[in-house]
């Protein structure tokens, strides 16, 4: 049995996947009750999420909300009968109160279980509001249990894959910067967007370390896992920082500004000593590199520039590049960026 529900996971999506698992058996259900499936299958399609805390506290809200927006249906119903008025007064008093309670999450739901209900109710309002609220929970509670028993969510592959890959792009981002400022060479257009796209990617990581997290709170986990995620999380957080100062450089000003061919070669060759460090792959806790000491010539560009006078708070180009350069150099050599990030 687990073997199909990996190959079919594999084949659509677990996400996919457990949704369509969640509006059958749902389905199931309401049939073999002799309910009907329509708010059923809205309610646990909307409730499979990325994690199962998600689906639950979720859940905690959409249940509320459709129960709201099945009283609101039935009282315009009873009012009014089944009138477009009654169909507008429903939503729009539905959307109100959601976000009066801050069900902002469950608005959909709410709504969509307000106008269908004045279309369907026919006699008794009472049973027909218990059964739009029992089908309800029936959907929420089938997704709730298959985001928790069927595939647990788990993105640590994702994440140490994407750690890797954001390492590489990194440095081959700031390579072409460099090139940029120093040589004149590439588009800044093309270079925003690439950083750009990075800085989304490497949001969306530290997005699935938090899923992650929460998920160690629904189930069973060894230490080492834990301490990986947690060694994860620093280096996303320390590469995302480092980002900023890779935007800084890029968005250098007096662009055109002219470099001494000196300062040039000083800053190029700090960046490939600093460059190793992005390269650098820990597998057994003991490969390091020292500082070169093209380094150390850039606090002598830095310092250059406090010696020279200079309107206020100006800094010309060389000294720019040399403090984001020193910078991400800083990030990039924090003891928490080399700890293992595999187990053994």
């Not at 389905?27 to 499979?48: D, G, K, R, S």
């Not at 008794?124 to 089938?142: L, M, Y």
């Not at 180009?317 to 053994?344: D, G, V, W």
């Amino acid at each position: 049995m687990n073997k199909v529900k990996n190959w079919l996971a594999l084949l659509f999506g677990k996400r996919i996947f457990k949704t369509g698992l969640s509006v059958f058996i749902t389905a199931t259900i309401c049939e073999l009750l002799n309910w009907p499936v329509l708010f059923a299958i809205i309610a646990a399609i909307v409730t499979i999420e990325p994690t199962v805390n998600a689906s639950i506290q979720k859940g905690k809200i959409r249940l509320p909300a459709a129960a709201m927006g099945a009283g609101v249906a039935m009282f315009f119903d009873f009012a009014l009968g089944q009138t477009p008025i009654s169909y507008a007064l429903a939503a729009v008093i539905t959307i109100l109160l959601c976000h009066k309670f801050r069900w902002d999450d469950a608005i959909i739901v709410a709504t969509l279980t307000a106008v269908n209900m004045i279309a369907i109710t026919e006699n008794d309002f009472f049973v027909s509001f218990i059964t739009r609220v029992g089908t309800t929970s029936v959907g929420i509670i089938t997704s709730v249990i298959v985001n928790f028993f069927v595939l647990p969510p788990n993105f640590m592959g994702q994440i140490s894959k994407a750690k890797i890959n954001l390492m590489s792009d990194t440095k081959a981002l700031v390579d072409k910067i460099i090139s940029f400022q120093l040589d004149q060479k590439g588009n800044l257009e093309d270079l925003e967007k690439t950083l750009s796209s990075l800085q989304k990617r490497v949001s969306h990581t530290i997005k699935l370390i938090d899923y992650q997290k929460e998920e160690y709170r629904y189930h069973r986990f060894k230490k080492t896992e834990y301490k990986l995620l947690k060694n994860l999380q620093t280096k996303m957080n320390l590469l995302d920082k480092i980002n900023h100062h890779v935007a800084d450089l890029l968005y250098l000003t007096s662009e055109h500004q002219c470099i001494q061919k000196n300062d040039k070669d000083v800053l190029k060759k700090a960046w490939r000593d600093i460059a190793l460090y992005f390269d650098w792959q820990q597998k057994n806790g003991e490969k390091t590199y020292e500082i070169h000491q093209n380094i150390s010539a850039l606090f002598y560009i830095l310092h250059r520039q406090i010696d020279v006078e200079k309107t206020e708070d100006y800094m010309d180009k060389s000294s720019s590049i040399a403090y984001e350069l020193l910078a991400i150099h800083s990030l990039i050599c924090k003891k928490s960026f080399f700890k293992p990030t595999e187990t053994s």
